[in-house]
């Protein structure tokens, strides 16, 4: 095979042709100068094949070498990499949706039936657990995503009975389904080995950030630190840390596992401090150490907005309602502040516009106010179809 394949700019696998190239000159050298390697006679057809297969293990070759650098490997080959240095990719977890289903007397809904978002039959859900009726009535249900990551139900969507059952008559959904998390993609998984390898180590900041961002559930975390004598303006005592987590609205992370991670990062002699949540984390002497931290407090965003044109139908009102809660899902992190302009502009759709003097916003049901909203990094903003009104629906 022709070389060198390792160069100053790394490995370099051959191409067919360089491979026929080499064969052809291997041949006339050492079997017979005269011999004809066009590529329609029975030698030079030989001589394809061959440089094909070569061509193939120098692929293979490149394959190995830059399985061995995270920069260039992907899928499990990079999941490998990371899983060297203690980074592991997020698994895709399912969404859930409380519903209510209307039963008669005496019936049983299995689990597994499923319920359908009206006007999007691929849209399925899977009710987690049986329910059975005792008398006519409705029943509490929870359903689970039919595919793991977000998947969306919007409050009053999840209507249509997707198994039919005697005695189910009816489903709907009160509230937005709680949105499951997306497993990695290559870039984040990436992203995540590089924030953790700055973490390295432990009593620093970027140390309890990373471990406790590698806690199942646990999508955002902020560490702050008081270094001074005196209680700071967030309410931090003197010589102590806050961790603040977001573990999304259904609050997916074990307590005890978050104070595990703070404990085993933390620097000795420094008081973890929160208010809102705690854990019991076990030491080496198997002692208990009750850790405190903070689940950031959320704020619903309530908003009021007339379109034009001034009447839509069912369907395009749930359209503007689920574009807003969309880029909301997407955008809103911790310490995130709530601007007017790109959020009315979200819930612009193909044939609606959102008259700007009428778009109101606030964190109390029928807002007023044209203001953007602050959110402080102990805070992050959530929107709820069920909190949008559009047309006054």
């Known amino acids: 095979m022709p070389g060198p394949l390792f160069t100053n700019a790394g490995y370099i696998p051959t191409t067919v042709q360089d491979e026929v190239a080499d064969l052809v000159a291997s041949f006339l050298a050492n079997v017979d100068g005269g011999l004809d390697t066009s590529p329609d006679q029975p030698i030079g057809q030989a001589i394809g094949i061959f440089a094909e297969k070569f061509t193939e293990l120098t692929e293979l070759g490149s394959t190995v070498y830059n399985a061995l650098n995270p920069n260039a490997a992907e899928g499990q080959l990079l999941a490998n990499d990371c899983a060297l240095s203690g980074t592991y ?30 006007g999007q039959p691929g849209n399925i859900w899977k009710l987690k657990t049986a329910v059975t009726s005792t008398t006519a009535g409705n029943y509490s249900a929870v359903f689970q995503g039919s595919v793991p990551g977000p998947q969306v139900a919007n409050a009053g969507t999840l209507t249509i009975i997707g198994t039919p059952t005697i005695g189910w008559t009816a489903v709907t959904n009160a509230l937005d389904a709680v949105q499951g998390l997306p497993a990695d993609t290559d870039t984040t998984l990436r992203q995540k080995r590089a924030a953790e390898l700055l973490g390295q180590g432990s009593g620093d900041l970027d140390a309890i950030r990373a471990a406790v961002l590698k806690v199942g559930g646990v999508e955002q975390c902020f560490v702050f630190e008081n270094t001074s004598m005196l209680t700071d303006a967030t309410g931090l005592p003197a010589k102590s840390f806050r961790v603040v987590i977001w573990d999304g609205a259904g609050l997916n992370a074990v307590n005890n596992n978050v104070a595990q991670a703070i404990w085993d990062a933390k620097p000795s002699g420094i008081l973890s401090y929160g208010v809102t949540a705690s854990g019991v984390a076990v030491d080496s002497t198997l002692t208990s150490r009750t850790i405190l931290f903070d689940r950031a407090v959320q704020v619903p965003i309530y908003i009021v907005c007339t379109t034009t044109p001034a009447t839509l139908t069912t369907a395009g009102t749930a359209a503007v309602k689920a574009a807003m809660a969309a880029y909301a899902q997407a955008n809103y992190n911790l310490g995130v502040s709530v601007i007017d302009l790109p959020l009315r502009a979200s819930g612009i759709i193909p044939g609606v516009t959102i008259d ?38």
């Not at 895709?92 to 289903?101: N, Q």
């Open 89 to 118: 990719p997020q698994v895709a977890t399912y969404s859930t949706v409380g519903a209510t289903l209307s039963l008669n007397a005496s019936t049983t809904v299995a689990a597994g039936a499923t319920a359908i978002v009206l």
């Open 356 to 393: 700007v003097p009428t778009f109101f916003l606030g964190t109390a049901p029928s807002p007023g106010g044209t203001a953007n909203i602050p959110i402080s990094t102990l805070q992050i903003a959530t929107l709820a179809t069920t909190n949008i009104l559009v047309n006054g629906v």
